[in-house]
């Protein structure tokens, strides 16, 4: 199957399971988030097909990339777009927003993302083996583990520093349901919020078959795609200036951040085991 095929295959997943799971979260009568800008259906439709196209893209790579089962690949892709995108967003947004409704959100996002996974597990993999794991004391995972937990506040409040003086007069404005909560608010949220990514990527890393420089590319465009783009590129009714200079900071402290989780999960040499070597569905790319 073509590459294009595959991922229009995986948006147009995204796209209908991101409806029908929407469609069951509003008769459990859970409240969806309220923006302050209504739109049709079609132009909300469009909105959310371009998002779903954009974080397909940004997965590609990564999902490329991983070896393994299908059950393994899957477990792994779940993991990355379920913590890095729906939890991470919602956690985020109880800070940054009032526009409420982060149950509906997860409900939404629960079975949205399994097919999702799902679909890009079965499209794409690694014909590669498997690496085994790397061989480190306890203490090593412990300082490395550390290490990645405290790295991701760190790096966000770098570039949002960069970004602030020019975002942060909307949100004190209250436009559209936006806040700024405290600094100390900030950046607890941020040490949550990178335990939680940090679960979100180890099980891609560890199932990588390809270079650090590779993992770098896939795992960093993942993060933007995840955590910003799929987002920003659905929030027609944010100034077009939040989401421009969101988007380029969220892309550069993604890229920064993966090369941290790069450098401290995955070494330069990994020695094969070949008796985990899989075979990846028809057409699937490999991630050298």
Request: glycine share 12%.
């Given at each position: 199957m073509k590459l294009i095929a595959r991922v229009l295959l995986c948006t147009v997943t995204l796209i209908i399971a991101t409806v029908v799971s929407?469609?069951?979260?509003?008769?459990?009568?859970?409240?969806?988030?309220?923006?302050?800008?209504?739109?049709?259906?079609?132009?909300?439709?469009?909105?959310?097909?371009?998002?779903?196209?954009?974080?397909?893209?940004?997965?590609?790579?990564i999902a490329s990339g991983i070896g393994g089962s299908f059950s393994a690949r899957c477990f792994a892709l779940v993991m990355l777009l379920f913590l890095a995108n729906a939890v991470n967003q919602v956690l985020e947004l109880t800070i940054f927003s009032t526009i409420g409704g982060f149950g509906f959100l997860i409900a939404q996002y629960v079975i949205a993302f399994l097919l999702t996974a799902a679909a890009l597990a079965w499209a794409f993999g690694a014909h590669n083996p498997v690496p085994s794991l790397p061989r480190m004391p306890v203490s090593s995972w412990i300082w490395r583990v550390l290490a990645a937990w405290l790295a991701?506040?760190?790096?966000?409040?770098?570039?949002?520093?960069?970004?602030?003086?020019?975002?942060?007069?909307?949100y004190k404005t209250g436009v559209l349901g936006l806040i700024i909560p405290p600094l100390d608010v900030i950046m607890r949220m941020q040490l949550l919020r990178s335990f939680l990514f940090l679960v979100a990527s180890l099980p891609v890393i560890l199932l990588w078959t390809g270079s650090r420089r590779r993992l770098i590319f896939a795992l960093g465009l993942a993060h933007s795609s995840l955590v910003g783009l799929y987002g920003l590129a659905q929030a027609y009714w944010m100034p077009s200036v939040l989401r421009e200079l969101h988007s380029v900071e969220i892309v550069a402290d993604s890229f920064v951040y993966a090369t941290v989780l790069a450098w401290l999960f995955f070494p330069r040499t990994r020695t094969v085991a070949t008796s985990s070597v899989t075979h990846a569905p028809v057409g699937s790319a490999s991630a050298a």
């Open positions: 929407g469609a069951l979260a509003g008769a459990l009568h859970l409240k969806p988030p309220v923006v302050g800008w209504s739109t049709t259906p079609a132009a909300m439709l469009a909105w959310m097909s371009l998002g779903s196209l954009v974080l397909i893209v940004g997965m590609v790579p991701f506040p760190v790096i966000y409040l770098a570039f949002g520093m960069c970004v602030g003086p020019f975002v942060v007069p909307y």
